[in-house]
């Protein structure tokens, strides 16, 4: 049964053409990497369509997998190039992208129905304002902060991920944390 074997054994299998065990990899990975390209992203749409474009990149590639990392640091730097092409694409807007989110963080984001009104105004509004923060750091300080923050993934896998010197990605989520703390600072609203 494919649900019990490794993701190599699985990459094994998707190169010698098994079509069910690279469907089995993306069940595994893909509510990971969609989280990963919408922390890196902010919109719904956008994140979705990443993140169906970092599987077709991984399908087109899998026998390149040399599995001198684990698959899902491949899958994940896969879903980030992926992210930066977007970005790029998207750099002609005037405005970032969370000012217009259209609702979104309300539906992502959903809040429990015993909350009041207000304390759910007033939820919803802090979430704004810090993924506003999120998104107005630099995109090298903004993927490291998703990856340990929202993925919670350790600083090794993110310097496996990112092929980075585990020094350059502590130093890294550490100056975003930094830029957070100093931007949410200054904001004339009260948090917390």
Same mark, same amino acid.
């Given at each position: 049964?494919?649900?019990?074997?490794?993701?190599?054994?699985?990459?094994?299998?998707?190169?010698?053409?098994?079509?069910?065990?690279?469907?089995?990899?993306?069940?595994?990975?893909?509510?990971?990497?969609?989280?990963?390209?919408?922390?890196?992203?902010?919109?719904?749409?956008?994140?979705?369509?990443?993140?169906?474009?970092?599987?077709?990149?991984?399908?087109?590639?899998?026998?390149?997998?040399?599995?001198?990392?684990?698959?899902?640091?491949? /899958?994940?730097?896969?879903? $980030?190039?992926?992210?930066?092409? %977007?970005?790029? &694409?998207?750099?002609?807007?005037?405005? !970032?992208? +969370?000012?217009?989110?259209?609702?979104?963080?309300?539906?992502?984001?959903?809040?429990?129905?015993?909350?009041?009104?207000?304390?759910?105004?007033?939820?919803?509004?802090?979430?704004?304002?810090?993924?506003?923060?999120?998104?107005?750091?630099?995109?090298?300080?903004?993927?490291?902060?998703?990856?340990?923050?929202?993925?919670?993934?350790?600083?090794?896998?993110?310097?496996?991920?990112?092929? /980075?010197?585990?020094?350059? $990605?502590?130093?890294?989520?550490? %100056?975003?944390? &930094?830029?957070?703390?100093?931007?949410? !600072?200054? +904001?004339?609203?009260?948090?917390?």
């Amino acid at each position: 049964m494919l649900k019990e074997l490794t993701d190599e054994k699985l990459v094994e299998l998707a190169v010698s053409k098994d079509p069910d065990a690279f469907g089995e990899i993306m069940k595994r990975w893909e509510r990971k990497i969609f989280a990963l390209c919408f922390g890196m992203l902010g919109r719904e749409d956008d994140a979705r369509d990443a993140a169906q474009e970092t599987f077709i990149a991984a399908f087109r590639n899998i026998s390149n997998f040399r599995g001198e990392a684990k698959v899902s640091s491949w /899958l994940h730097r896969i879903a $980030v190039n992926q992210c930066l092409t %977007t970005k790029r &694409r998207a750099k002609t807007r005037s405005e !970032e992208f +969370l000012d217009d989110d259209g609702g979104e963080s309300e539906r992502v984001f959903v809040t429990p129905a015993h909350r009041s009104p207000a304390n759910t105004t007033e939820a919803t509004e802090r979430l704004i304002i810090v993924r506003q923060a999120v998104s107005s750091l630099p995109v090298d300080l903004r993927q490291v902060i998703v990856m340990k923050e929202f993925e919670e993934m350790t600083f090794q896998e993110i310097s496996e991920t990112l092929e /980075l010197p585990l020094s350059t $990605v502590k130093s890294r989520v550490y %100056t975003a944390l &930094r830029q957070l703390r100093m931007k949410l !600072e200054r +904001l004339p609203m009260e948090i917390g």
